[in-house]
């Protein structure tokens, strides 16, 4: 199983916008990829936006990206933690 650990960029955390950004780019994935936060919270499908909202993850807060496919898992794992380590809430330039 790979897993990739990152700290959310997002100035509001893991809620509404840049969790549909992150749920969107997941569903693009060859791969599953699940997504778990700290005091037992997930792991959770990370295409799922309801579930990834119910992690009520914080900005800054570190998060475990996982996944048991091992051929596009890694691809997958790299693609969604650069993205969670943007802030997804900042206004595009």
Same mark, same amino acid.
Request: charged share 20%.
């Given at each position: 199983?790979? #897993?990739?650990? @990152?700290?959310? !960029? $997002?100035?509001?955390?893991?809620? =509404?916008?840049? =969790?549909?950004?992150?749920?969107? =780019?997941?569903? +693009? /994935?060859? *791969? +599953? @990829?699940?997504?778990? *936060? $700290?005091? %037992?919270?997930?792991? @959770? ?12 993850? /914080?900005? !800054? #807060? #570190? @998060? ?5 496919? %091992? *051929?596009?898992? #890694?691809?997958?794992? %790299?693609?969604? =933690?650069?993205?969670?380590? /943007? %802030? ?6």
């Amino acid at each position: 199983m790979a #897993e990739r650990r @990152v700290t959310i !960029g $997002s100035s509001v955390g893991l809620h =509404a916008r840049p =969790a549909n950004l992150f749920c969107t =780019a997941a569903g +693009k /994935q060859p *791969a +599953k @990829v699940t997504i778990a *936060a $700290s005091g %037992d919270r997930g792991p @959770v499908d990370a295409r799922s936006i309801l579930s990834v909202l119910g992690l009520g993850v /914080q900005s !800054g #807060e #570190e @998060v475990v990206l996982a996944s048991t496919d %091992d *051929a596009d898992g #890694e691809a997958a794992l %790299d693609a969604l =933690a650069d993205l969670l380590a /943007q %802030d997804l809430d900042a206004a595009p330039a």
